[in-house]
Every structure is written in structure tokens, then in C-alpha cells.
T-cell receptor, first 114, second 113 residues
Framework: KAGVTQTPRYLIKTRGQQVTLSCSPI?????VSWYQQTPGQGLQFLFE???????NKGNFPGRFSGRQFSNSRSEMNVSTLELGDSALYLC?????????????FGSGTRLTVV | AQSVTQPDIHITVSEGASLELRCNYS??????LFWYVQSPGQGLQLLLK??????LVQGIKGFEAEFKRSQSSFNLRKPSVHWSDAAEYFC???????????FGTGTRLQVTL
């Protein structure tokens, strides 16, 4: 089956702008979570959605938000971008039952804020 | 709260040598444990996972890991490293109370020819 698709792969934005990233999970997976990866902070959990509901949220400011659609595709939005938001944003599609229990990651979106 | 420690930030091994990457976790019960590998600019690829049962688990690319409850460890091993194994390796823990992974800081593996 197809993997996790994240678009776009690369983005360059200016401070103060907003950005929307997209993630299409593996077919049949209803849980999508987002992670931020930076050299200084490593991999940090942003939030997780299941059946269009946010189930869990990490310790990020309110500028970071997300949503999930009925087809399980998810978007995350960052408003009023800051230089420190430059990072690789990874989406994970997860199936949390049985032998297939686990998280499959997309290739990520590299966001650069200038 | 659960945490994961990867004490080695950077490891260099010669091609053909054996490899062991260390991972220690902190959690009251038996967690779900994962090892991922990341090549530069790429996403995370799952190498192997442990939930229960046999404490020695086999993964892709010839990797294996052993869960040791008494030491709260889940070390990754490979008997003979290939140059293509050069990458960053992340250990992660998932607990049933929250649908998220907590990652270690990663170990960068360099392979010399």
C-alpha cells in the first residue's frame, strides 16, 4: 500500500507569514500525528488526530494548529512564523492495534523561515 | 513521564565491524519500543519494534534489538556494518496512555571504509 505523503517537501517563508502543511496517511489509518525536528530540540511531538478529533497535544504555542478531515488527511498550520519555526516537520500515520501496531512516517516538509 | 536516553551522540565504526547502539527508557510498565533510522533530509524508517514476547527482535537490514527489563534498555545491534548504514538512529517509546512517541536524541553513525 502507498506510504505517507507529505506536501510540499520544501517551503521558504518570511517571518510573520503563515504556512499550511499537508499529510495523507496510509489508507485505513485513522490516526495522524505531527512532529517537529530541529538540531537543537530534536524530535518533538506537536499533536495527534484521530477521526477528526485532536486527542493529544504537545507543548507548543497556539500558533501551531492542525485539523483532520473525514478522509483522515491532516493539515497543520503555523501562523505568524518565527525564525525558530525553521525545522523538518514530520507526519506519522499510525495503526495502534494488533501486529501492525506502529507509526509510519512521511518524508517530511522542510520549512525555512527567513 | 516517559523518557528515552541515547547516551552516544556519535559513533564511528569500520565497515564489517559489529555495532551496538544504546537506548535506555524510563517508564513504569513495559513500553512499546521502536528503533528508527533517518538518512539526511529524509523521514524516519522503522527498523524494528518490541511490544511483548521474545525479548530479542529482528528487524530490517540485518538489525536486531534486545529488550532487557532489568536494565530498562533496548539496544540495537548489527553483526557487520555496511557503509550504507551511515545515518542517524533514533530510539522511541510509546505508552498506552498517550498516542505519541517520545524520542531519544539520536545517535549519528559514521562508517569508515
Amino acid at each position: 500500500k502507498a506510504g505517507v505523503t507529505q506536501t510540499p517537501r520544501y517551503l521558504i517563508k518570511t517571518r510573520g507569514q503563515q504556512v499550511t502543511l499537508s499529510c495523507s496517511p496510509i489508507s485505513g489509518h485513522r490516526s495522524v500525528s505531527w512532529y517537529q525536528q530541529t538540531p537543537g530540540q530534536g524530535l518533538q511531538f506537536l499533536f495527534e488526530y484521530f477521526s477528526e478529533t485532536q486527542r493529544n497535544k504537545g507543548n507548543f504555542p497556539g500558533r501551531f494548529s492542525g485539523r483532520q478531515f473525514s478522509n483522515s488527511r491532516s493539515e497543520m498550520n503555523v501562523s505568524t512564523l518565527e525564525l525558530g519555526d525553521s525545522a523538518l516537520y514530520l507526519c506519522a500515520s499510525s495503526f495502534l492495534r494488533g501486529l501492525d501496531y506502529g507509526y509510519t512516517f512521511g518524508s517530511g516538509t522542510r520549512l525555512t523561515v527567513v | 513521564a516517559q523518557s528515552v536516553t541515547q547516551p552516544d551522540i556519535h559513533i564511528t565504526v569500520s565497515e564489517g565491524a559489529s555495532l551496538e547502539l544504546r537506548c535506555n527508557y524510563s517508564y513504569g510498565a513495559t513500553p512499546y519500543l521502536f528503533w528508527y533510522v533517518q538518512s539526511p533530509g529524509q523521514g524516519l524508517q522503522l527498523l524494528l519494534k518490541y511490544f511483548s514476547g521474545d525479548t530479542l527482535v529482528q528487524g530490517i537490514k540485518g538489525f536486531e534489538a534486545e529488550f532487557k527489563r532489568s536494565q530498562s534498555s533496548f539496544n540495537l545491534r548489527k553483526p557487520s556494518v555496511h557503509w550504507s548504514d551511515a545515518a542517524e538512529y533514533f530510539c522511541a517509546v510509546h505508552t498506552g496512555t498517550a498516542s505519541k512517541l517520545t524520542f531519544g536524541t539520536g545517535t549519528r553513525l559514521q562508517v569508515t571504509l
